[in-house]
């Protein structure tokens, strides 16, 4: 007896639940719905210089002969001419790059007639004047295989920072010129911001290395500056009366 009593108690709200539910439909209310709108895709963009003053270099001995060993020796002892010349500069960091020997095949591409051997040393410095120095001097006995221009990190996320309150206010600007334009009001339904940008690149031509006086002239180096871009791409919506 108390076990049914209890079941009909659950049950009767339970009735009573579905036929409230079914009860708008049977009476021909319509279902209630989201207000329409109109969805419309932007995007904006702005740009910011950012002065180069951050330099990176690579410069690198390569050399070949049929003695893998002595070619070792030939090609460190230039690597490490080099690196002592740029402990001079206290201002330019120095370090070992990568190193990679190969095999030089024959005729028959089968035999090997000989072996070459590349090393390079990296470069990295804010002191422009010291690096155009250095790679003059170096110019002697190695090659100067790529210089890049870039802005420090944090300058960089200076310009950005500027960049992206400019292409912001540039898609709410537009944002808002669009709502005036057919009589409405808008509402910023999703965003999303990028940034990019170019800096200089100066790939050396590919040369041998040139005996030169003490004095050698430095490598011009000419930092300019880089341009870094902001977009915000994003959507707003149109409500339709």
Known sequence: MT???FIVRRLVPALALVGLALLPLASGAEPITKAQVTIVDLSA??????PND??????YFEAQDANAAELAKRVNRSIAAGLETARAYASVKAKSGNTSTWP??????????????????QFETRDMAALSELLGKLQATLTIGQITLLPAPET???AEDEATLDAIAAFQARAALIAKAV???YRVRQMSINTGGSRPVYPMARAAPMAMAADAAPMPVEAGDSTVTVTVTGQIELPID
């Open 3 to 5: 076990r049914t009593t």
């Open 45 to 50: 963009e702005a740009n910011r210089n950012a």
């Open 54 to 59: 951050l330099a990176r270099a690579t410069a």
């Open 104 to 121: 030089v095949y024959g005729k028959n591409a089968r035999t090997i007639e000989a072996w070459r051997m590349r090393s390079e040393i």
């Open 156 to 158: 960089r996320k200076r």
């Open 183 to 185: 009589g409405k009001s």
